[in-house]
């Protein structure tokens, strides 16, 4: 479980897990998982929470050599999409 701070462009944050091979999962405050890729719901509602602050933080599972190294790349770049 990793967690991410300050993330400002949530669209490119978005499309940027949407491309990761793996399950990125996210636990909801009831205590569920969700798979946050390609979930238009689930990104629509932490969109309208963060509005125009961006999110402040989010605690993801995510796993693969190749994912992680990817949060990691779009993190370093400024929150903008990088592959």
Known sequence: MIT???IQNLESFFHTIDDFKNPVILQT???GY???RNNDILQEILLS???EKGLEQICLNIEGKEDLDNII???LNK???YF
Request: cysteine-free.
């Open 4 to 6: 991410v701070y300050n």
């Open 29 to 31: 405050k009831k205590g």
């Open 34 to 36: 969700q798979d946050l």
């Open 49 to 51: 929470v963060a509005g």
């Open 73 to 75: 790349t779009f993190l």
């Open 79 to 81: 929150n903008e999409r």
